[in-house]
C-alpha cells in the first residue's frame, strides 16, 4: 500500500503486509545507529510478539547491522 500523507516520518511510504514478507523469496533487514540497539537485541534474542514488534518474525530472514547497533547482542552466528 502506497502512503503520501502519514502522520507518522516519513509521510510517503510503502506498507508492506506481513503475507508479502512471509511470501518473499528474499527479504533482507538493515539496521544502523546505536539507538536501534535495544530493538534489536529484543527482535533478535528476546521473547517477543510479532505484533508489537514486527521484526520478531523476521529471525530467520538475513540481517544486515552496523557495529553499533549489534553493540548490545548477547550471541553471535
Known amino acids: 500500500m502506497v502512503v503520501t500523507d502519514s502522520p507518522k516520518p516519513p509521510p510517503r ?4 503486509t506481513p503475507r508479502v514478507i512471509e ?3 528474499e527479504v533482507i533487514v538493515l539496521v544502523t ?6 530493538l534489536l537485541a529484543a527482535a533478535l534474542e528476546g521473547r ?3 505484533f508489537e514488534l514486527p ?3 523476521l529471525r530467520n530472514r538475513d540481517w544486515l547491522v552496523d557495529r553499533a547497533a549489534v553493540a ?3 550471541r553471535t552466528g
Do not use: F, K, S, Y
Not at 511510504?13 to 508492506?16: D, E, G, N, Y
Open 33 to 38: 545507529g546505536a539507538e536501534r540497539r535495544a
Open 72 to 74: 548490545r547482542l548477547t
Open 55 to 57: 521484526a520478531c518474525g
Open 48 to 50: 517477543c510478539d510479532p
Open 13 to 16: 511510504r510503502i506498507t508492506v
Open 23 to 25: 511470501e518473499a523469496r
